[in-house]
T-cell receptor
Framework: DTGVSQDPRHKITKRGQNVTFRCDPI?????LYWYRQTLGQGPEFLTY????????KSRLLSDRFSAERPKGSFSTLEIQRTEQGDSAMYLC???????????????FGAGSRLTVL | AQSVTQLDSHVSVSEGTPVLLRCNYS??????LFWYVQHPNKGLQLLLKYTSAATLVKGINGFEAEFKKSETSFHLTKPSAHMSDAAEYFCVVSRMEYGNKLVFGAGTILRVKS
């Protein structure tokens, strides 16, 4: 396993189109996170899964955004009716969460860069 | 609420001189603190983490950070900068009560001059 994989690495789309990003986490990791990073800012939390359950969603995740992790392995992030403000780098990360103990170290993928024209 | 403030958006040093990247955090409880580095077109990489053990934390590539509760700081240092250290660095706080999600600072871009 070479780490967290994201696809596609780059996506250019026209406003109003739908886009979908895929994330393949490290295989033994039960937690999966999505973050968004815009120019000049640090990554911002969007949502996270423990196995197939989506446990938390940020207020940043409008109803045009939906994330799934159907079998507790890979995840998809879909953006419907894209807007120019959605242009950003979408980062996926995974970790091996063990209840509430210990520090949760996340391994990040290289990201999927979205440009909405 | 928890947050981190990176005090410098850009830092420029000469190769071979010390590096200091400053970070202050706010958290109601004992946080976990991290430094991540992001090289262009690469994923975020963990440099080091603090989890309430030793206050001086050593990381990869010669970096270290000291947790100072009285100053609510977690500054990142390196004795001697290398050209390959040029990247963007993020100070990050995490709390288990929030599902361990990470809250990132705005980042500090480190430039290393030859």
């Amino acid at each position: 396993d070479t780490g967290v994989s994201q696809d596609p690495r780059h996506k250019i789309t026209k406003r109003g189109q739908n886009v979908t990003f895929r994330c393949d986490p490290i295989s033994e990791h039960n937690r999966l996170y999505w973050y968004r990073q815009t120019l000049g800012q640090g990554p911002e939390f969007l949502t996270y899964f423990q196995n197939e359950a989506q446990l938390e969603k940020s207020r940043l995740l409008s109803d045009r955004f939906s994330a799934e992790r159907p079998k507790g392995s890979f995840s998809t992030l879909e953006i419907q009716r894209t807007e120019q403000g959605d242009s950003a780098m979408y980062l996926c990360a995974s970790s091996l969460g063990t209840g509430t103990t210990g520090a949760n170290v996340l391994t990040f993928g290289a990201g999927s860069r979205l440009t909405v024209l | 609420a928890q947050s981190v403030t990176q005090l410098d958006s850009h830092v420029s040093v000469s190769e071979g001189t010390p590096v200091l990247l400053r970070c202050n955090y706010s958290s109601s409880y004992s946080p976990s603190l991290f430094w991540y580095v992001q090289h262009p077109n690469k994923g975020l990489q963990l440099l080091l983490k603090y989890t309430s053990a030793a206050t001086l934390v050593k990381g990869i590539n010669g970096f270290e950070a000291e947790f100072k509760k009285s100053e609510t700081s977690f500054h990142l240092t390196k004795p001697s900068a290398h050209m390959s250290d040029a990247a963007e660095y993020f100070c990050v706080v995490s709390r288990m009560e929030y599902g361990n999600k990470l809250v990132f600072g705005a980042g500090t871009i480190l430039r290393v001059k030859s």
